[in-house]
C-alpha cells in the first residue's frame, strides 16, 4: 500500500514537471524569505540594544531650555558655558561630565566637499559613552585647554580661543579656501567691515600680541589703529576692534 502511494506520486509529480518544480520553489522562496525576515530584524533589535546599553543606566543628557514647537509660549535659557560643565564634573555624584557642541558644517579637500555633523568635546566624552580607542589616541590635556576668550561688546557672548601659536582672525568663505581660527562672520563680521583675513593673534609664552594683515577697515587695540604687520601687544581686559567688530580679549 506504501509503495502503490509513492509509485503513484512520482507518477504525478513527473506527469506535471513544470508545476511540481514551481511548487517546490515556491515553498523554497518563501522559506528563504521568512528566515532572512527573522535574521535582519533579531540583527537590527541587537544593534539598537548594543547601543542604548553603551549609554548605560547611569548618563544624563541635559539641555539648555527648551523651544516649544508651533503656537504658544516659548521658554528659552541661556546656553550653558564650559565652566558651568567643569562645575558639574566637580559634584561627588558625577563620575565625569563632557560639555558637547554640534554643528552642521562643509568640509572641504581639494576638490570634493562634503556636509557633515561635526561634534565639538573632551577626552570625558569618551568616557561618558563608554567608547574605547579602537585606532589613534584620545584627547591630550593641552589640545583641550583653550588660549583664552574675545568677549563681544556687543549682543554679549564669547568667543574661545584655542590652543595654538598663532590664530588667524577673518570671515570664513569657502569659495577662497578660508577658514580662519577665529570667525567672526556668526557676530556680524560682514556687516562689521571684517575682512576675510583680518589680522593675527600671535602667542609667545606669556605674552598675547595682535597683528594687522593689511585688513580693508583696520585693527584697533584700545582705539589705537595697528600699522599692518606690525605686532601689538594685549593685555586682558583691553578691547580689541577688527573693523567695526569691538571685542574684550581675556587671557
Known amino acids: 500500500m506504501i509503495w502503490e502511494t509513492v509509485r503513484l506520486a512520482l507518477q504525478a509529480i513527473l506527469r506535471n514537471a513544470l508545476r511540481s518544480f514551481l511548487t517546490v520553489l515556491g515553498v523554497v522562496i518563501g522559506v528563504a524569505a521568512v528566515i532572512a525576515m527573522v535574521t535582519i530584524g533579531q ?13 548605560g543606566t547611569n548618563v544624563l543628557i541635559l539641555r539648555p531650555g527648551r523651544a516649544m514647537m508651533g503656537p504658544g509660549v516659548r521658554d528659552d535659557a541661556p546656553e550653558f558655558r564650559l565652566a558651568d560643565a567643569e562645575a558639574m564634573s566637580t559634584l561627588s555624584v558625577v563620575a565625569a561630565a ?5 554643528s552642521t558644517l562643509t568640509a572641504v579637500y ?5 556636509t557633515t555633523l561635526v561634534t ?13 580607542v579602537v585606532r589613534g589616541r584620545s584627547f591630550a590635556d593641552a589640545e583641550e585647554r583653550l588660549l583664552g576668550r574675545l568677549e563681544l561688546i556687543l549682543g554679549g557672548g564669547e568667543i574661545p580661543l584655542p590652543a595654538k601659536a598663532e590664530l588667524l582672525v577673518g570671515r570664513e ?3 577662497s ?3 580662519p581660527d577665529v570667525d567672526l562672520t556668526p557676530h556680524g563680521g560682514e556687516e562689521g ?3 576675510r583675513r583680518h589680522a593675527r593673534i600671535v602667542v609667545d609664552g606669556d605674552n598675547y600680541f595682535v597683528v594687522d594683515l ?3 577697515n583696520f585693527t584697533f587695540v584700545n582705539k589705537q589703529k595697528l600699522t599692518p604687520g606690525t605686532q601689538q601687544q594685549v593685555q586682558p581686559g583691553e578691547e580689541i576692534r577688527f573693523g567695526r567688530v569691538a571685542v574684550v580679549f581675556q587671557g
Request: glycine fraction near 12%; hydrophobic fraction near 35%; avoid cysteine.
Open 98 to 102: 563632557a560639555p558637547v557642541a554640534s
Open 214 to 216: 593689511d585688513s580693508t
Open 110 to 114: 581639494g576638490n570634493a566637499n562634503a
Open 43 to 55: 540583527g537590527s533589535s541587537d544593534q539598537v540594544t548594543a547601543s542604548v546599553e553603551s549609554l
Open 173 to 175: 568663505d569657502p569659495v
Open 177 to 179: 579656501g578660508i577658514y
Open 120 to 132: 565639538g568635546t573632551g577626552a570625558s566624552y569618551l568616557d561618558v559613552l563608554n567608547w574605547p
Open 193 to 195: 567691515g571684517v575682512s
